[in-house]
Structures are given as structure tokens and as C-alpha cells.
């Protein structure tokens, strides 16, 4: 009877000790395996750039291009609507999902400093998916993009490089748009 009574008094006491010990601010959760490699895991995704989270190549190849035409300066509303149209007759999408797209794009490029040196980080999660139909268009639509203009420029000359080698790196098993 007496090791019942020291039993219930040690769980009674424990209980008690977390009590406290969660009233005076201490998370319990910090001892749950669990909770740890959630918390873990989504401090991971909130640390990453968002432009390096695309795993559609539809829209990583979009980034890369509109990347290239603001690699010029300011896009001009034709050089916009060149783009916009090379996604639509590229891509096989509807007008207003290409101005979406490169709204997207956009406003995702405005924390970049360097696009040339995130082209790697870019197209990693989605470069399986190029065939090479894909490879070659998403290099003609650069092209394009880049001498809407004129001649390309140094930089659009290096993020066209930069963008060749990270596509000719990978074996070729990919899956459709």
C-alpha cells in the first residue's frame, strides 16, 4: 500500500511541477520529437526565397524570362505585351493567366538582386521536368526576350549562359507541362 501512495504522489507531483512550469512560460511542447521536426521543417520553408520554391517549370521558365526582359531596365508596356504573348502562343494559356504570370513573376524578381546568381537555386526544383523541346524553348523565348530591344546586353548575355548550364546539367527524364 505504502509504494501505491508514492507512486500517486510522484505522478501527482510531476503533473504539478509541469503545471508550474507552463504557467511561468516554459513551452512543454519543446520535449515533443514531433512538434520539434514540424516546427522544424516549416521554419525551413519560411526560410527559403520563394523563387527557389517553384516546382512547376512552367512557372520557373516564366520567372526566367521576364527576369531577362528587366535585365534591360524598365519593361515598356510593348516589351510587356511581347512577353505576355510569348507565354500565351508558348505555353498554351489564356491572356489574362499570362498577365497573371508575369504579375507573378514580378513581383517575385523585386527582392532580387542578382537573378544571374540564383538561376541555379531557381530552376533546381523543377529542372527534371525540361524535355528538350522545352530546354529549346524556354532558350528561344530568352532570346527573344532579351532582343526585343536590340542587341542583349552583358548581363543578358550572362543569365542566357548561366541558364544553358544549369539545363545541359541534368539527364534527360522529364514530364509534360
Known sequence: MHILIAAITAIGGLIWALYRLQNS???LNAFNPFYWARRREWEKKLGTKPIHRLENSMEAAALLVVAMARLEGEV???HKQEVIQQFTEEFGISESAATEMFAVASHMLSDVFNIIE???NVLAPSVEQYETRHKETLLSMLEKAST????PNNEQQALLNAVKCELNKVPEEAKNW
Do not use: L, Q
Open 148 to 151: 526585343s530591344e536590340g542587341k
Open 118 to 120: 540564383e538561376v541555379k
Open 76 to 78: 515598356t508596356r510593348e
Open 25 to 27: 512560460g516554459f513551452d
